[in-house]
């Protein structure tokens, strides 16, 4: 048996998500069936273990629009901060950024910038580019908002990542 294993901490807006992703199906059938087909659609087209650009496999990039859609009809509500893995997570931090700070440039290509993105739902409403020094040194490079009243939660949630990762000293370069 394979098995695909979600571990969160404790609170984690994430297990509301999954749990009301799994219970909408658990509910409708025809979501689940046209889940069902999707994935083996996806597994007939595509090698699972290909990846592309991004974190992510094509597998799980090809699964997205169906999820969020099916999100949204369960009426997922609430914050959530999650690393830019998807194309078109990419796209939104570059247009949030050409609306922001039009001068700044996105650094995807280097291991020490870190991207997140904010959603509010299943709606990309901000994104953050952090830079990790060597010397363990943060840098909050880019940060955009659509909604000002979610800096908080978004800040917050990236200094709590910064400090698991042993980062202490934390510099916004951003005026």
């Known amino acids: 048996h394979k098995y695909h294993l979600h571990l969160f901490e404790e609170g984690n807006p994430e297990i509301a998500l999954n749990l009301l992703f799994r219970k909408y199906l658990s509910e409708h059938k025809e979501a689940r069936e046209e889940y069902g087909k999707l994935k083996l659609s996806?597994?007939?087209?595509?090698?699972?273990?290909?990846?592309?650009?991004?974190?992510?496999?094509?597998?799980?990039?090809?699964?997205?629009?169906?999820?969020?859609?099916i999100l949204q009809k369960a009426g997922l509500k609430g914050?959530?901060?999650?690393f830019c893995t998807h194309y078109d997570e990419f796209?939104?931090?570059?247009?949030l950024c050409d609306k922001y700070f039009p001068e700044k440039l996105l650094n995807f290509s280097s291991k020490n910038f870190h991207h997140f993105m904010l959603?509010?739902?299943?709606?990309?409403?901000?994104?953050?580019?952090v830079e990790v020094k060597r010397d363990q040194k943060g840098v909050?490079?880019?940060f955009a908002l659509e909604e000002k009243e979610h800096a908080e939660f978004f800040i917050n949630t990236i200094l709590k990542w910064l400090m698991k990762i042993g980062v202490t000293d934390i510099k916004n370069n951003i005026h």
């Open 42 to 69: 996806l597994i007939e087209k595509l090698q699972q273990d290909k990846k592309t650009n991004t974190k992510l496999s094509e597998y799980n990039l090809g699964k997205d629009k169906f999820i969020k859609k």
């Open 79 to 82: 914050l959530f901060v999650r």
């Open 91 to 95: 796209d939104a931090a570059k247009d």
């Open 119 to 129: 959603y509010s739902a299943t709606e990309i409403v901000g994104y953050a580019q």
């Open 140 to 142: 909050l490079q880019i």
